[in-house]
């Protein structure tokens, strides 16, 4: 246990947490990123099946069944 805290014991765990953070928050972005390329992928998906519906006209009634695909 510590009997003494000094200055510079407080500016190194603080500069140890502004670390982390910045590396938390890098990990963030990259993460945020990955997420707005899956998202834009599944809007052209998304896109791509409208288009296909509006050009051979297929009602709302009919359901298409996608196969899954083992990864």
């Known amino acids: 246990m510590w009997t003494e805290l000094n200055r510079a014991d407080i500016e ?4 140890e ?4 953070r910045s590396e938390m928050l890098a990990r963030h972005a990259a ?6 390329v899956d998202e834009a992928e599944i809007t052209v998906i998304e ?4 288009s296909l519906i509006r050009k051979f006209n ?3 009634a009919e359901i298409v069944q996608l196969k899954a ?3």
């Open 69 to 71: 695909v083992a990864s």
């Open 58 to 60: 297929i009602g709302s």
């Open 31 to 36: 993460e945020l990123t990955a997420l707005d």
């Open 17 to 20: 947490l502004e670390a982390r």
């Open 47 to 50: 896109e791509a099946i409208e």
């Open 12 to 15: 190194r765990v603080k500069g």
